[in-house]
Antibody, heavy 120, light 108 residues
């Protein structure tokens, strides 16, 4: 089955760190660029980071730049998001989203998300 | 930053009825780079439409979309029980890409 599964969310204190993972299955992970997106309670979906299929191109939204790091391991079919210096407004459901090798910037496969709650 | 507004916020309809959802952009959407997604609680969001009117793989033809410039529409010709969900539009023609707040289609 073609799917993405996020895990690693949880409750963390403000200023803390968390590492999210996204496991891909059913398709050739190394042929696709990948993204992280999030949705905070009562807010719109927000794109936060992009990584190319070979990890040579990486982008971040201004809201997470300098605090979050995206990475991937194609041998393990996995995408990661290292989140440091977490703030209350980082509380959200975090999704991984698939794009084509040459990005189109819309996302044809998503996971169900993992909830991150930042508590002060 | 381009803002997307969606209307109505909630659409209450019965199975078999036609649903018409609107997405309005604060600026012209470049090259018609607009997508629509369906999201059910606890499930993965699902791409329905890209490039304003192109159905994604496996999307039934009761879903159609149109529009240009700043005004876009998603139409579900006859609602099936599995179509009750939240629908989001997304532009991707300029940075940052943004999503609308969603329209919830629920059972009347």
């Amino acid at each position: 089955e073609v799917q993405l599964v996020e895990f690693g969310g949880g409750l963390v204190q403000s200023g803390g760190s968390l590492r999210l993972s996204c496991a891909a299955s059913g398709f050739t992970f190394s042929s696709y660029s990948m993204n992280w997106l999030r949705q905070s309670p009562g807010k719109e979906l927000e794109w936060i980071s992009y990584i190319s299929s070979s990890s040579d191109i990486i982008y971040y939204a201004d809201s997470v730049k300098g605090r979050f790091t995206i990475s991937r391991d194609n041998a393990k079919n996995s995408l990661y998001l290292q989140m440091n210096s977490l703030r209350d407004d980082d509380t959200a459901v975090y999704y991984c989203g698939r794009d084509k090798r040459d990005p189109t910037w819309y996302f044809d496969l998503w996971g169900r998300g993992t909830l991150v709650t930042v508590s002060s | 930053e381009m803002m997307l507004t969606q209307s109505p916020g909630t659409l209450s309809l019965s199975p078999g009825e036609r649903a018409t959802l609107s997405c309005r952009a604060s600026q012209t959407v470049n090259s018609n780079y607009l997508a629509w997604y369906q999201h059910k609680t606890g499930q993965a969001p699902r791409l329905l439409i890209y490039g304003v009117f192109n159905r994604a793989t496996g999307i039934p033809d009761r879903f159609s979309a149109s529009g240009s410039g700043t005004d876009f529409t998603l139409t579900i010709s006859r609602l099936e029980p599995e179509d009750f969900a939240v629908y989001y539009c997304q532009h991707y023609g300029s940075s940052p890409l943004t999503f609308g707040p969603g329209t919830k289609v629920d059972v009347k």
